[in-house]
């Protein structure tokens, strides 16, 4: 059975930091696509980081790259989402997603097989 399981969301201040981790069972990590979408309250779900399989390239949502980085540990199956100097739009709840076919568009739900239920990130003094 294919699972993703996010977790390491909570409650943090303004400029912490928090890594987020999404652990995979019941496929093979290296051969997948994972990427992290977010969506805060009221909004549309939000591409945030894509790691491609393949040794392929990784993505960052343009508002983010300088603060969030992406990183995966096959031994682990494990992809972690390090999130730094969080503001309060940051808030949402955090998916992971995995694609056994690299996505031609990176942020496009529909190219994603599988889905996590989400973690809870808030930020806030």
């Known amino acids: 059975e294919v699972q993703l399981q996010a977790y390491g969301g909570g409650l943090v201040q303004p400029g912490g930091s928090l890594r987020l981790s999404c652990a995979v069972s019941?496929?093979?990590?290296?051969?997948?696509?994972i990427t992290w979408f977010r969506q805060a309250p009221g909004k549309e779900r939000e591409g945030v980081s894509s790691?491609?399989?393949?040794?392929?390239?990784?993505f960052y949502s343009e508002v983010l790259k300088d603060r969030f980085y992406i990183s995966r540990d096959s031994a682990k199956n494990t992809v972690y989402l390090q999130m730094n100097s969080l503001k309060p739009q940051d808030t949402a709840v955090y998916y992971c997603?995995?694609?056994?076919?690299?996505?031609?568009?990176?942020?496009?739900?529909?190219?994603?097989?599988?889905w996590g239920k989400g973690t809870l990130v808030t930020v806030s003094s």
């Open positions: 019941g496929f093979t990590l290296d051969a997948y696509a």
């Open positions: 790691n491609y399989s393949g040794h392929g390239p990784t």
């Open positions: 997603a995995a694609a056994r076919q690299n996505p031609r568009l990176v942020w496009a739900t529909n190219e994603y097989d599988y």
